[in-house]
């Protein structure tokens, strides 16, 4: 068979797969996705890439139906992690503070407390003092500081985790410096 008609003939199944099963692959998927109509719908297309491009090598199906199904399936599952890794990112933001609201800082005078502070924005760079502004000072959610500086979600994440590992290495020594901490 030529090129011209395996692509014709992927073209017209396809159609026909479209017509006999996006409806049931649809609701089904939208069930699994807990009634997010978006992701279901991507999930069907998906699937329906898949499939076509697979068509289109000349690959041939016996069961279409139970492959589309299984392929939506994978897809659904694969929705399903990306939203618990998101979901655990967020939980991991949430009760973080700012170094500066630590429990140590409770006991210190006003001007060690300033003097701490200004050692670790001196050791920060130019990156880290903008993330941390935006997070701590500023009170902004870590989605808009990714979208503000057009980086991931986890990028932001482990941006912040990094400078508030820094910055307790950074107030340990200051406080250890001055008899306050061991």
């Avoid at 990306?82 to 005078?109: C, H, M």
């Avoid at 000072?137 to 941006?159: F, G, H, P």
Wanted: charged share 35%; net charge positive; glycine share 2%.
């Amino acid at each position: 068979m030529s090129g011209t008609d395996i692509k014709k003939k992927a073209d017209k199944l396809l159609e026909e797969y479209c017509q006999n099963y996006k409806t049931s692959l649809y609701k089904y998927a939208y069930l699994r996705t807990g009634h997010d109509k978006d992701a279901a719908e991507d999930c069907v297309q998906e699937a329906f890439m898949v499939i076509y491009k697979r068509l289109r090598k000349g690959e041939e199906f016996s069961q279409p139906k139970a492959f589309l199904y299984r392929t939506v399936d994978n897809f659904v599952k694969e929705h399903l992690r990306d939203l618990q890794k998101r979901k655990k990112i967020q939980d991991a933001t949430i009760g973080e503070s700012a170094f500066f609201e630590l429990p140590v800082f409770q006991n210190l005078d006003e001007q060690t407390e300033n003097e701490i502070i200004n050692a670790v924005f001196k050791e920060m760079s130019d990156k880290e003092k903008v993330i941390y502004r935006k997070r701590y000072i500023e009170k902004c959610n870590v989605r808009d500081i990714a979208t503000e500086y057009n980086i991931s979600v986890s990028t932001v994440t482990t941006r912040l985790y990094r400078i508030r590992q820094k910055a307790e290495d950074i107030v340990k020594r200051e406080l250890s410096e001055r008899g306050i901490f061991e």
